[in-house]
Nanobody, 117 residues
Framework: QVQLVESGGGLVQAGGSLRLSCAASESTLMFNAMGWYRQAPGKQRELVAT?????NYADAVKGRFTISRDNAKNAVYLQMNSLKPEDTAVYYC?????????????WGQGTQVTVSS
């Protein structure tokens, strides 16, 4: 069973930076895509950034957040700069695996990011 473990969340003032890390129990080379999602209180989980054949960002984070993968370390990162209070959420690491016609999706347990104004 694939395990994803996030770290790096915390409390930061608006305008500050955080770097989230996601460590995978398996080689990240096996995944078709890896990414970050977030869920704020009372809201649905939303995509933040993904890295697969291409890199995609939510409009709300473009120019501020950067996703990167280090396959040698089986890790994916999210560098978050110029943080805003509306970035406050639980951030989840995600990995997608496609084998023939079947799709598998894996999630981490989440890490809390709180941005104070």
């Amino acid at each position: 069973q694939v395990q994803l473990v996030e770290s790096g969340g915390g409390l930061v003032q608006a305008g500050g930076s955080l770097r989230l890390s996601c460590a995978a129990s398996e080689s990240t080379l096996m995944f078709n895509a890896m990414g970050w999602y977030r869920q704020a209180p009372g809201k649905q989980r939303e995509l933040v950034a993904t890295s697969g054949g291409s890199t995609n960002y939510a409009d709300a984070v473009k120019g501020r957040f950067t996703i990167s993968r280090d396959n040698a370390k089986n890790a994916v990162y999210l560098q978050m700069n110029s943080l805003k209070p509306e970035d406050t959420a639980v951030y989840y690491c995600n990995a997608e695996l496609r084998i023939l016609s079947r799709e598998y999706e894996y999630w981490g347990q989440g890490t809390q990011v709180t941005v104070s104004s």
